[in-house]
Nanobody, 117 residues
């Protein structure tokens, strides 16, 4: 079993920055991707950014150039630096770990990010 614990988030003004972190623990089997998803009220959960085992990164078009995902394989952590935040970035952000061999998804409990003046 894998546990994901997120930290960071909170209330930030438009144009501001916030950093989210996620620590993975437990028995991670083989290669895995780590990433961040978000869900705003009344919407479906959507991919924000993903960092593959090989360090490739992909971003949702809406966050490209503003958000940066980084991953530390030795520590099993992933972070999301969010800059130039907009009110539409307001959502609950979830950390995700996907085991490539087992195709098992693991999720954190979510952390709220609110962008408002």
């Amino acid at each position: 079993q894998v546990q994901l614990v997120e930290s960071g988030g909170g209330l930030v003004q438009p144009g501001g920055s916030v950093r989210l972190s996620c620590d993975a623990s437990g028995n991670i089997f083989g290669l895995y991707n780590m990433g961040w998803y978000r869900q705003a009220p009344g919407t479906e959960r959507e991919l924000v950014a993903i960092a593959s085992q090989g360090r490739r990164t992909d971003y949702a078009d809406s966050v490209k150039g503003r958000f940066t995902i980084s991953r530390d394989n030795a520590k099993n952590t992933v972070s999301l630096q969010m800059n130039s935040l907009k009110p539409e970035d307001t959502a609950v952000y979830y950390c995700n770990l996907y085991e490539l061999w087992t195709q098992q998804d693991y999720w954190g409990q979510g952390t709220q990010v609110t962008v408002s003046s």
